[in-house]
């Protein structure tokens, strides 16, 4: 089952929210790997697995969304069964999570496989060098892949852009879980975050 796209198309950054609840911490040098394949793209980079511990206190609840890496998307199980698989692995893969010392805890990295060239280079700001971040995003509707839950650019490779329908399926599903922040829409009287990509 695929979701319709939007009537006014929207693209967003999506974060944990800072609400008490307990986030993954990657192991860096899978984190390491996964940004050198989305860089890259070798076949010996892509992930089979990330391993990942909790941060937090430990009586808050374990996150549905608790990775805030903008290329490394986790998603619990509960989460992916109520989201549904198919519309995600049209975007990409999910690679299961290892996580130490956590029992019954089973979560998966969305590895979002789809680069999709929707940027509008000339009412964008420029990449920067270093990791092709865009503080500003204008993409062109034509080429926007609306049918898919998440992309990403061939200028920013290593981060996660989600369509608006995505986006407000997960929040629906998750409540106060998820921190969406709007990198661009195509209306005019939405505000984009003045700065989406920082911490």
């Known amino acids: 089952m695929t979701e319709t796209p939007e009537r006014s198309p929207a693209v967003y950054r999506l974060l944990?929210?800072?609400a008490d609840y307990r986030q993954l911490d990657p192991d860096k040098w899978d984190l390491r790997r996964l940004m050198r394949w989305q860089r890259l793209g070798a076949d010996e980079d892509r992930p089979v697995r990330l391993r990942a511990e909790w941060k937090g206190e430990r009586y808050w609840p374990k996150g549905d969304f608790?990775?805030?890496y903008r290329g490394a998307p986790v998603l619990s199980r509960r989460l992916v069964d109520r989201f549904g698989a198919e519309p995600l692995r049209t975007a990409g893969s999910l690679v299961p999570v290892e996580l130490d010392s956590a029992t019954g805890d089973e979560y998966y990295l969305f590895l979002v496989e789809r680069v999709v060239?929707?940027?509008?280079l000339r009412r964008s700001s420029k990449p920067k060098k270093a990791g092709g971040e865009v503080k500003k995003a204008v993409y062109r509707t034509d080429a926007l892949p609306a049918d898919l839950p998440a992309f990403r650019l061939p200028q920013f490779p290593g981060a996660v852009q989600w369509?608006?329908?995505a986006v407000e399926r997960l929040t629906g599903l998750t409540g106060d879980e998820i921190e969406p922040r709007l990198l661009w829409s195509e209306d005019p009287k939405a505000?984009?975050?003045?700065?989406?990509?920082?911490?």
Do not use: K, M, T
């Open 16 to 18: 944990p929210s800072l």
């Open 66 to 68: 608790p990775s805030g």
């Open 117 to 120: 060239d929707c940027l509008d």
């Open 163 to 165: 369509n608006g329908w």
């Open 191 to 199: 505000a984009p975050h003045p700065d989406p990509w920082g911490i």
